[in-house]
């Protein structure tokens, strides 16, 4: 009778070794596969941020040129102002001072404010 039960025990510890086995390939199985999915995602996660970084610099570079030429179209427009100003109230040199503040070409202004003055 003892070596009867010895056998059972026996047979039910080769079942249970048997079913852990199964379970542990299963395990492996569904981690390998859950590797594999998120590999993938996180792979695709990185290209979509590689593109939408990419998307951004190009748009930076886009923002900068506008912005760059609006900035230039506003100063060149002041200065333009501002010459514009000089000229009406006689103040226009004779370009040297254009030159010494960085207003570009050097100009020759003619002033005929005090024979305007006169024929009035």
């Known amino acids: 009778m003892a070596s009867n039960q010895s056998y059972r025990a026996g047979e039910a510890k080769g079942q249970a070794e048997e079913k852990t086995g199964q379970m542990m390939d299963k395990t492996r199985q569904a981690k390998d596969q859950t590797a594999s999915y998120l590999s ?9 941020a590689d593109q939408i970084g990419q998307t951004a610099e190009l748009g930076r570079e886009k923002t900068g040129g506008v912005m760059q030429r609006t900035t230039e179209q506003v100063k060149s427009m002041a200065q333009g102002a ?3 100003v000089r000229e009406t109230f006689g103040m226009a040199g004779s370009g040297e001072e254009e030159e010494e503040f960085g207003g570009g070409a050097a100009t ?3 002033t005929t ?8």
Request: net charge positive; proline share 0%.
């Open 82 to 84: 501002a010459e514009k």
């Open 108 to 110: 020759t202004t003619t």
């Open 40 to 48: 993938d995602k996180a792979g695709a996660a990185r290209d979509k």
């Open 113 to 120: 404010t005090a024979a305007r003055r006169n024929n009035y």
